[in-house]
């Protein structure tokens, strides 16, 4: 069910952190082509140390580009594909009774490593995708009463199908409101399937993928974006976005704080992925769809092809809100 990979040998991927997740992305970009938006959103959610969503109907390359980042940095990686009868402790872990010691020990589950690719993860009941709840928001699993702290860093790639298809489960708003992002991949161009089949000729491209980034690098990258200065304008402007959401009337809950801050974090993560050590307008405004339209809860919707309004919404308040200017 769940396997860590053999990771290639490191590459230098240079000395800044711009330079750094630059190499990142274009090695990403060698696999999976034509979709250099996704890969951007997927390392600005790296970077923000946040859990990314990716939502697309199946084989347009979802799995692919989770599998991409990991094969790219240096971390622990494990796969779960998730199916009707995975249990809770099937991802976290649980406490088995040792004759030897007559006493119970814990056997960490495969949440136990830096990255974790939650594949298909609708395709589980709720209960059981509850099992990630505390892992995304505190680093930490507990069983018995006991806390296990997870490894550092820690990121979530999961992967969705549209809820209209068959044996999926809508993830409940406690846990879409856990990822920084999502993502949508869209269908390739045909230029862009041309060249993906012709990649595809001798082998998977993303197993030749080269390592390019060590865990401490990735730590010191999110460190490095945490530094980027926000002006006031910016802060205030992006609150105003927040609150909006929180005031209109179509929508039955607006974003969390934990919404407004994911926005803050992912905003200076894409400065710096930009070469920049400040935060400007259009870093926000680029990231409000991305970061804040899976936390809205609208009324009376219930599939996701209705949720088309919460984006048109969003966009209306960008229209009307004032830039901060300078």
Do not use: W
Not at 86 to 98: A, E
Not at 103 to 110: A, E, M
Not at 133 to 141: G, I, K, S, Y
Request: net charge neutral; charged share 20%.
């Amino acid at each position: 069910m769940a396997g860590v990979h053999e990771v290639a040998p490191v590459t230098e991927a240079g000395g800044s952190p711009s330079a750094k997740v630059r190499v990142l992305m274009e090695t990403i970009g060698r696999a999976i082509m034509g979709k250099a938006y996704a890969i951007e959103q997927l390392v600005v959610g790296l970077v923000a140390r946040g859990h990314v969503l990716i939502e697309d109907v199946p084989g347009v390359g979802k799995t692919a580009l989770a599998k991409a980042l990991a094969r790219c940095i240096g971390c622990q990686f494990r796969r779960i594909q998730f199916t009707p009868d995975l249990l809770p402790s099937d991802i976290t872990g649980l406490s088995m009774y040792d004759p030897a010691n007559r006493d119970f020990q814990f056997r960490p589950g495969p949440v136990f490593t830096q990255v974790l690719l939650a594949d298909e993860v609708n395709r589980t009941t709720p209960r059981t995708q509850a099992a990630l709840l505390e892992a995304m928001n505190d680093f930490q699993v507990t069983c018995d009463g006991k806390s296990y702290p997870l490894p550092r860093p820690f990121m979530v790639v999961a992967t969705q199908n549209p809820l209209e298809y068959a044996g999926t489960y809508p993830l409940p708003e406690s846990q879409l409101d856990r990822f920084a992002l999502r993502i949508r991949m869209g269908y390739p161009s045909p230029d862009q399937e041309r060249e993906m089949l012709s990649s595809h000729r001798s082998g998977e491209p993303v197993d030749s993928l080269p390592v390019v980034l060590q865990a401490q690098e990735v730590l010191e990258l999110s460190d490095a974006a945490s530094k980027v200065r926000v002006d006031d304008a910016i802060a205030a402007y992006l609150v105003s976005i927040v609150d909006r959401t929180r005031r209109e009337p179509h929508f039955a809950a607006g974003v969390s704080p934990r919404g407004s801050l994911s926005l803050y974090r992912t905003a200076q993560a894409r400065a710096l992925v930009r070469g920049r050590n400040y935060v400007i307008p259009d870093d926000v405004k680029e990231l409000v769809i991305p970061v804040l339209a899976h936390r809205i809860v609208e009324r009376g919707v219930r599939t996701s092809s209705e949720r088309g309004s919460a984006v048109r919404v969003l966009q209306n308040i960008l229209s009307e809100l004032p830039v901060p200017a300078g």
